[in-house]
């Protein structure tokens, strides 16, 4: 399994930026997935999720700002991030989960597979 993100650099304040997850999963479909952020110092916090129906959910400092999707067919995941804020800032993580784990969503430790990061910096 791999998951390989892509799509962030260097915004200003307001601004917009796409990141997209290419995962290499056969029953892709299946799995529940993730966007996690992080920073030094602090423990990774889980930024939106989105099942295997397309349910979403999102942790409320990004609800109304952020936007979670995915397309099977091409095994990707998406997040669009708007209005972005300094405190956005961070390394952000897909990640996936097997049908089977459960648990609290925004938990890190409930994931199986993550990708490498990809940095955000608003400024």
């Known amino acids: 399994v791999q998951l390989v993100e892509s799509g962030g650099g260097s915004v200003q304040t307001g601004g917009s930026l796409r990141l997209s997850c290419a995962a290499s999963?056969?029953?892709?479909?299946?799995?529940?997935m993730g966007w996690f952020r992080q920073v030094p110092g602090k423990e990774r916090e889980g930024v939106a999720v989105?099942?295997?129906?397309?349910?979403?959910d999102y942790a409320d400092s990004v609800k109304g700002r952020f936007t979670i999707s995915r397309d099977n067919a091409e095994n990707s995941l998406y997040l669009q991030m708007d209005s972005l804020k300094t405190e956005d800032s961070g390394m952000y993580y897909c990640?996936?989960?097997?049908?089977?784990?459960?648990?609290?969503?925004?938990?890190?430790?409930?994931?199986?597979?993550w990708g490498q990061g990809t940095q955000v910096t608003v400024s």
């Open positions: 990640a996936a989960r097997r049908p089977a784990n459960g648990g609290p969503w925004s938990l890190w430790t409930r994931y199986d597979y």
């Open positions: 999963i056969d029953t892709y479909s299946t799995y529940c």
């Open positions: 989105i099942d295997r129906d397309g349910v979403t």
